[in-house]
Nanobody
Framework: VQLVESGGGLVQTGGSLRLSCAAS????????VGWFRQVPGKEREGLAC????????YVADSVKGRFTVSSDNAKNTVYLQMDNLGPDDTGKYYC??????????????????????WGQGTQVIVSA
């Protein structure tokens, strides 16, 4: 299983970025892919998933209205469209593949044993 994130970078406040997570080695039918971010000194934050909520997407309240998740199954790629970015969105963004149940509860902040697969992350920096 391999997950490779891309699309991060430096953007000004109010700008947009689209992150990509290219996945290989597992079934999109049985697994979901979630997006998480990590800021040094803070807990990991769950953002969104493609199919973890009754087979459909889920976006955390903290970013709802600004972040959108989508998938291209033909390309085995999951995207995170991020709009109206602010300095608080700075962090390292990771995609994570696991069962829909575990992806959803991790996005909700439930502590679980570590399972599934993670990418190496892509850095997002939002300048003021």
């Amino acid at each position: 299983v391999q997950l490779v994130e891309s699309g991060g970078g430096l953007v000004q406040t109010g700008g947009s970025l689209r992150l990509s997570c290219a996945a290989s080695g597992f079934s999109f039918d049985e697994n979901s892919v979630g997006w998480f971010r990590q800021v040094p000194g803070k807990e990991r934050e769950g953002l969104a998933c493609n199919t973890c909520s009754d087979g459909g997407p889920y976006v955390a309240d903290s970013v709802k209205g600004r972040f959108t998740v989508s998938s291209d199954n033909a390309k085995n790629t999951v995207y995170l469209q991020m709009d109206n970015l602010g300095p608080d969105d700075t962090g390292k963004y990771y995609c994570h593949a696991d069962s829909p149940y575990f992806i959803l509860i991790r996005i909700m902040g439930v502590m679980t044993p570590e399972t599934g697969h993670w990418g190496q992350g892509t850095q997002v920096i939002v300048s003021a």
